[in-house]
């Protein structure tokens, strides 16, 4: 039975490193794109139109793709990940770097459309707008992992 022991205590030792991936929300004008796209594909299968077709259904592979992959990780290495599909490069931003994270809700077309997202401040004055799915506990986590980070170095 001593023998097991360490390996509990080692098990919950690890349980605090674990990396957190957070899935990226869907908006409006991207549902309005998919549908958009796939509309314009089957007028132009219909019509016979194969070049149209074929461009269409390209600009809808590569749109599912982002929709699918699209992920926010942070890392239990200090550093926040941003994959936006495939076919992108992967953004990397390391946790000290980061100034400020902040939720922010901007009206178009009066009270008819509110869209809210995450804002990232980092290096440089540079900013950067996230759409996680749990906002709140993107922002919990992100903050959290911006203490542990900042009392390691």
């Given at each position: 039975m001593c023998a097991f022991l360490p390996k509990i205590r080692t098990f919950t030792a690890k349980k605090n490193v674990m990396d957190r991936t957070f899935q990226a929300r869907i908006t409006?004008?991207?549902?309005?794109?998919?549908?958009?796209?796939t509309v314009m594909?089957?007028?132009?299968?219909?019509?016979?139109?194969?070049?149209v077709a074929l461009v269409f259904m390209l600009l809808l592979v590569l749109?599912?793709?982002?929709?699918?992959?699209?992920?926010?990780?942070?890392?239990?290495?200090?550093?926040?990940?941003?994959?936006?599909g495939r076919f992108r490069k992967v953004k990397r931003i390391p946790l000290q770097e980061i100034s400020l994270?902040?939720?922010?809700?901007?009206?178009?077309?009066?009270?008819?459309?509110?869209?809210?997202?995450?804002?990232?401040?980092y290096?440089?004055?540079?900013?950067?707008?996230?759409?996680?799915?749990?906002?709140?506990?993107?922002?919990?986590?992100?903050?959290?992992k911006r203490k542990e980070a900042a009392s390691f170095s």
């Open positions: 409006v004008g991207q549902y309005l794109a998919l549908a958009l796209y594909t089957v007028y132009g299968l219909w019509q016979k139109e194969w070049l749109l599912i793709e982002q929709l699918i992959h699209s992920a926010y990780t942070i890392r239990a290495a200090g550093e926040l990940v941003i994959c936006r994270a902040e939720r922010v809700s901007s009206r178009l077309f009066g009270a008819l459309f509110v869209s809210h997202y995450v804002l990232v401040h290096a440089g004055g540079k900013t950067l707008a996230l759409l996680p799915a749990n906002e709140a506990e993107f922002l919990r986590v992100l903050e959290k």
